[in-house]
């Protein structure tokens, strides 16, 4: 049985006002049209719905009961034609993306602050992950997208750049003095701060093959930004982090000095190469570019354009 939207108009609105021409005219359409209609859906239904008077309609018992069930229909037909116009026109729908702590802590809050006003009826999710993480996350489609350094297997995924941001270290100027430039080779006797091996610095340095990494390895391993900062702050050693990382407001009485040679972290979307987006996915996703280009990073932050 095949019964339509516009068959359960017809039948809800003529059993509310009870008379043919009242419901014509509600629905536009003609009386001898509406007639027509509603015996043709009584006859595919094969039982009567109405009591024809000459005065008014009213509901048979099968009618009475049936009332209730072509309201439900008729709601969530509405409602499912609703959902599927606004994810269409992305103005509804849900999109998740998994991002890094330096760039979800630094220009990530100005983008969805703006994009939750302009697509209020979009709901979005966010996950707080390392780079190794985010990259796993997207090519496993546990999430729509991901920002981050891709690190791991990345052949089944399309990555587009959206900044470069050198390496460097983080400090309190109190505690520690450095110069504005800082060269690799003399850091083996500073205090450093390990990173986790699976993280995009980490990545960058190994790719590099940079001592670096060896000199955090004494270190305290912290796993997170707030933490990187409350340790360089407290002086338990100093963060070895880009100047995404050191844009963040909490480290606004740090001090950050870039590495010499300059290595540069690298931030990208990351998405699925052969999955079709979304709309509301892809107005975040254009968003985010767009609001990497304007966001007031740390000094020396090189924008991709």
Do not use: Y
């Amino acid at each position: 049985m095949n019964l339509t939207q516009r068959q359960l108009r017809m039948f809800v609105t003529t059993a509310a006002v009870g008379n043919i021409s009242r419901a014509s005219e509600a629905l536009h359409i003609s009386q001898p049209a509406l007639t027509r209609a509603l015996q043709e859906f009584e006859s595919q239904l094969g039982v009567a719905l109405f009591l024809r008077t000459t005065r008014q309609l009213a509901l048979t018992p099968e009618g009475e009961r049936f009332l209730p069930v072509a309201q439900r229909l008729l709601h969530d037909l509405t409602e499912a034609a609703a959902l599927i116009q606004g994810e269409a026109t992305g103005q509804s729908g849900s999109v998740s993306l998994a991002v890094g702590e330096a760039f979800g802590c630094t220009v990530l809050p100005d983008i969805l602050q703006s994009f939750v006003k302009t697509h209020p009826g979009v709901r979005v999710r966010v996950v707080n992950d390392n780079s190794q993480g985010i990259t796993r996350r997207v090519a496993q489609g546990e999430v729509d997208f991901g920002i981050g350094s891709p690190v791991g297997r990345t052949e089944a995924l399309r990555c587009t750049k959206l900044l470069s941001a050198p390496l460097g270290l983080l400090f309190n100027p109190q505690l520690h003095q450095l110069k504005a430039w800082v060269r690799t080779e003399t850091l083996g006797d500073l205090p450093l701060l390990k990173e986790g091996s699976d993280t995009s610095i980490v990545s960058v340095l190994r790719a590099q093959g940079s001592d670096l990494v060896a000199h955090m390895d004494h270190g305290v391993e912290v796993s997170s930004l707030a933490l990187q900062l409350a340790m360089a702050r407290a002086g338990v050693g100093i963060a070895v982090m880009s100047a995404l990382g050191a844009s963040h407001r909490d480290a606004a009485d740090l001090r950050f000095s870039p590495l010499r040679p300059t290595v540069q972290r690298e931030v990208f979307v990351m998405q699925q190469r052969d999955r079709a987006l979304s709309v509301p996915a892809r107005a975040l996703i254009e968003a985010v570019v767009a609001g990497a280009k304007g966001a007031q990073l740390h000094r020396l932050v090189k924008l991709e354009s």
